[in-house]
């Protein structure tokens, strides 16, 4: 990100703080703002709403690391997130992440390096009958096989224009 870029952000972070650090509970609206600004939280980040709100850094971190909705790494334009609920487990879901990781040679947590995708494991998304269910973005995939996954990524290459 470039000097200026970056100035610019943090202004705008400084803003979310002060907009809300007079109010009660400010800690959660912050984060969330603040996410939706950078797309995820940084240590620089929470140590600027930590400062901001005049909150440890503890306090800032445990809060983030404690509710799922909060990423202290960056993510993907295509989120994968695999299933990996109890049905979703037994037909294979892991088999399915491990095929995801080596494809796009990331980790659980990770973003590749062009920014395009990340990938997540979660927990159970309701899709039982679907099992096992991978999501990217808003998009539903179900009664996958690991043999799938080349094709979910070539669907979403295809969009940005590499096929």
Do not use: W
């Amino acid at each position: 990100m470039c000097d200026k870029c970056a100035k610019e952000m943090e202004m705008k972070l400084k803003a979310i703080i002060d907009k809300h650090k007079d109010s009660r509970g400010a800690l959660i609206p912050v984060l969330h703002e603040a996410q939706e600004l950078y797309g995820y939280l940084p240590l620089e980040v929470q140590r600027t709403i930590s400062e901001g709100l005049g909150i440890s850094l503890a306090e800032v971190y445990g809060v983030v690391s404690f509710y799922t909705q909060f990423s202290i790494n960056p993510k993907g334009k295509y989120q994968i997130s695999v299933c990996m609920g109890t049905a979703c487990y037994v037909k294979g879901a892991n088999e399915i992440l491990n095929k995801f990781r080596t494809r796009l040679s990331i980790d659980v947590g990770e973003c590749t390096e062009d920014g395009r995708y990340s990938l997540e494991a979660c927990r159970c998304i309701g899709a039982c009958g679907l099992a096992p269910v991978v999501t990217v973005n808003d998009e539903v995939f179900g009664k996958l096989l690991p043999d799938d996954v080349d094709g979910i990524i070539n669907k979403f290459d295809a969009i940005e224009g590499e096929v």
